[in-house]
């Protein structure tokens, strides 16, 4: 809903960097959050960014362009534990609620 | 710390009968509980979310009719799929957020995983 659009897919190595883009229609927008989800369990929360530029929290760091409707979820020394599917979830003031895409399936390989 | 559990976590139903799966919140105020579900093809869909006090809102493509939802109090949270079909199954996830507290996170239940026979 809300136009949020994620790639289905993405791989990369173990020890390297993985790229999670998200687009949203812009209209209204009124903060985004990253979620992780493993196959068969809730998502859990990783990050929330309401103002433009990079957010570095460490092993993820998010970005947000509110001008263009653009995030990304930055993952540094990747392991392979970090296989997941990641969530991007914008917010919308008027019903205070998230609106998801449907999330990009990371691989992580050796 | 803040935990929403959800049950049942699995569950099975025939065509045409009903479901219903409950949420409940600890350690934090539920103000607000949004439904969500989860297509076998991964699509995040929202059902509805429900603001203790106010009307429940229904996403279109949902309604009150089919997905009836009782929120009572701060820490409980439920949900029925009325005449359930093949196009209802998948994973129900119920996300509640403290609308007074300072943070913007919404907090997962696991999900109730439904298959429709």
């Known amino acids: 809903g809300q136009g949020v659009e994620q790639p289905d897919n993405l791989m990369s190595v173990e020890g390297t960097f993985a790229r999670v883009n998200c687009t949203y229609s812009?209209?209204?927008?009124?903060?985004l959050s990253w979620y992780q989800q493993r196959e068969g369990h809730a998502p859990v929360f990783l990050s929330y960014?309401?103002?433009?530029g990079l957010k570095d929290s460490g092993h993820f760091s998010t970005f947000l362009s509110r001008s263009n409707g653009y995030s990304y979820l930055l993952l540094t020394e990747l392991q392979i534990k970090d296989s997941a599917s990641y969530l991007c979830?914008?917010?919308?003031?008027?019903?205070?609620?998230?609106?998801f895409g449907s999330g990009t399936k990371l691989t992580v390989e050796p | 710390g803040a935990l929403v559990y959800q049950y049942p976590r699995r569950t099975i139903c025939k065509s045409g009968t009903s479901m219903r799966m409950e949420c409940q919140a600890v350690?934090?105020?539920?103000?607000?509980v949004a439904w969500y579900r989860q297509s076998p093809q991964k699509t995040f869909e929202l059902i509805a979310l429900?603001?203790?006090?106010?009307?429940?809102?229904?996403e279109q493509n949902f309604t009150q009719e089919k997905f009836p939802i009782s929120h009572p109090n701060l820490s409980f949270s439920s949900m029925t799929v009325l005449n359930a079909y093949l196009e209802d199954r998948g994973l129900y996830l119920c996300g509640a957020r403290d609308l007074q507290g300072a943070g913007a996170e919404q907090f997962f239940g696991p999900g109730t995983r439904l298959t429709v026979l």
């Open positions: 979830a914008v917010r919308w003031p008027n019903y205070n609620v998230l609106y």
């Open positions: 960014v309401v103002l433009d």
């Open positions: 429900s603001t203790v006090n106010s009307a429940i809102k229904y």
């Open positions: 350690g934090f105020q539920a103000t607000s």
């Open positions: 812009t209209s209204g927008f009124n903060g």
